[in-house]
């Protein structure tokens, strides 16, 4: 009788804290940052540093173990000075750098509940573009601007502060570091050619896990 009871008690406490380790895990987390898009390295002679927003999604498979994938979107880095034929004629056109990374992280272990620190890598596809402008109530037409893409790798860091003691609202930073070749037409200033890229971003960012 003795033995079933301490077998109970012990299945019990086991069950109690498979629930309280899986409650302090959030598996969907959402972040939406900005920041600079830092061209490096010869990219610098072709690209510039551009704004850039970054909005991510992570899905914790366990306590330190996440899945990535996110849109980030610099304008203005090709400088372009183009202008683009549209259905209204000749306009002076803009563009956009898309960075589509798909990857995962690891989430290092601290003493501090609310402090979080993770690094990790992936795949990348970068994707350039000349763009026409357009309106509130309007687009333009481009029938003139041109793209070029390709693929390559990435590696960041990021260190987050969690505003709240069940860890559902954050604020952070993350730096990347992206590599990949782009081939494709000439967008602004990048040649036709195909270019090896590199860009140093750094985006602050809020959060939301749950």
Not at 74 to 83: E, K, L, S, T
Not at 127 to 156: D, F, K, M, V
Request: net charge neutral.
């Amino acid at each position: 009788m003795r033995t079933c009871l301490l077998i109970a008690t012990l299945l019990m406490l086991t069950s109690s804290l498979m629930v309280a380790q899986s409650d302090e895990v959030h598996h969907h987390n959402f972040a939406v940052g900005i920041g600079p898009a830092i061209p490096t390295g010869s990219s610098g002679t072709y690209l510039s540093t551009a704004p850039m927003a970054a909005f991510r999604y992570g899905y914790r498979l366990n306590r330190y173990l996440q899945a990535d994938a996110g849109l980030q979107l610099a304008w203005g880095a090709a400088n372009n000075q183009n202008a683009v034929v549209t259905d209204v004629g000749n306009v002076q056109g803009g563009d956009h750098e898309f960075m589509i990374p798909l990857g995962g992280r690891v989430i290092l272990p601290v003493p501090f509940k609310r402090l979080e620190l993770s690094a990790g890598g992936g795949g990348v596809y970068l994707h350039y573009s000349e763009t026409a402008p357009s309106g509130g109530y309007y687009q333009i037409n481009c029938y003139s601007c041109t793209s070029r893409g390709g693929w390559g790798g990435y590696g960041l860091a990021n260190i987050s502060y969690f505003l709240d003691s069940n860890r559902n609202f954050r604020v952070g930073t993350t730096f990347q570091y992206i590599s990949a070749t782009t081939n494709g037409q000439a967008v602004g200033n990048v040649v036709g050619l195909s270019t090896s890229d590199h860009w140093a971003n750094l985006t602050f960012e809020f959060g939301l896990s749950f």
